[in-house]
């Protein structure tokens, strides 16, 4: 049983939500409607990856273990019946054959179209990066021969590891339902190129294919700092901050980059917490009110912030990190970048997940390691942001359908206000 129960109330445009992450009763429903010629066994039913909308509709991707192999399986429900039916026929008309299971199916009961990995309804070149394709092969300069999956976003995104016949990673490559990878590329290139030298590595962007919109980008050897314990840890979050302020410092040309509006994102994705959670309405309505009022004067001097500060997407390499993943860089304030990770380390607090030693101590390395390149962005300035990430952390809980965290809202949203006194 999960010691940690969705603390959400029931949504009647999406009520099959909580039956979606039942993944016992999943398993059964996957066991019966996936196979082609009858029911397969499904020996593990896992969850890799939950988008909720209260209001409008979940999608989920299911992990399953079959027969000795690995399939990834995503769900996406419909307001009824009729728009169900009409995605999975127009689904239907673009699939291909798996072998024993099917490629899309639709489940009537639950008003939820299921699709088998590669098969997407929106990311129509999956399966030309799951395989390897030969046009996508020749754009980087080393033997890609199989995929492995490392993330997806059903309708959104996938990541594969490319890899040579021995198992070697030779590069990643991410295919989007959009051009947006476009964009990443350009970017990514320039910040490459700056960081050389420097205390900063970029992954550096092999090519990009408009036709299969796939950006593909060299392999990073080292540890995440995810990974690290200790003393080890300390140092890697001293580099991290290191990094982002070489990040931060790299001169702002004038190319069309975009300007991160953190706090129009939010605004438009706090919407349909009060669908589920009434009780946090007035809270997060305040909240919103108060950082609506602070914004302007915690936005300081331009530079290119990474968008997606956390332990994942960083690198450790002996005495300095990598960056990886650039799909929300853009220019902003240098605050954004660091209040986000402030709030993250806050948040494993608050869910108990790290003390609060622990974080006090993993924040002092971070900034220790800012601050040995470029100033810290003013206080004030970081408290403003540090409290945008607290709230997109209560919004998270709901969107992301995390259980524990959806336990912890009001106590985020509280710490969120109090940032701002």
Known sequence: MNPYPLALATDPVVPQRDELMNLDAMARRLSTITGRHGPVSIRSCHLSCVSYRPGKRVRVVYRLEVNGRELQVAAGTFRSKSRGERAFLNAKENAYCAGDFRSVAYDSELETVFCIFPHDRRITNLSAVAGAHDDLTRLINSPWATSR?????????????????????????????????????????????????????????????????????????????????????????????????????????????????????????????????????????????????????????????????????AIVQGDRVALIDFDRTSLGPAGADLGNFLGLLRYYR?????????????????????????????????????SAALAERAVRAVTRLRARASQQIPSLLHEARELLR
């Open 149 to 313: 999956l490392v993330d997806y976003y059903p309708e959104a995104s996938a990541v594969v590891e490319c890899l040579e016949d021995s198992g070697q990673i030779v590069a990643y490559a991410k295919v989007n339902a959009g051009d947006e990878g476009e964009r990443t590329y350009r970017i990514q290139e320039v910040l490459a190129r700056s960081a050389q030298s420097s205390r900063l590595q970029i992954a550096r962007p092999l090519a990009y294919s408009k036709q299969f919109r796939t950006l593909m980008v060299e392999p990073i050897v080292g540890e995440s700092i995810r990974s690290l314990t200790g003393a080890r840890l300390l140092a890697g979050l001293r580099a991290y901050g290191a990094a982002l302020a070489t990040l931060h410092s790299v001169p702002v040309n004038d190319g069309t980059w975009g300007i991160r509006d953190a706090l129009g994102r939010l605004l438009h994705r706090a919407g349909g917490i009060r669908v589920v959670r009434p009780d946090a309405e007035e809270a997060l309505v305040a909240l919103l009110e108060d950082l609506r009022l602070r914004w302007d004067e915690a936005s300081d001097e331009r530079v290119f912030v990474h968008g997606d500060t956390n332990e994942n997407n």
């Open 350 to 386: 608050i869910l108990d997940l790290i003390t609060p030693q622990s974080e006090k101590a993993r924040a002092a390395a971070f900034l220790d390691g800012y601050a040995s390149v470029r100033p810290v962005p003013d206080r004030d300035s970081l408290r403003v942001h540090e």
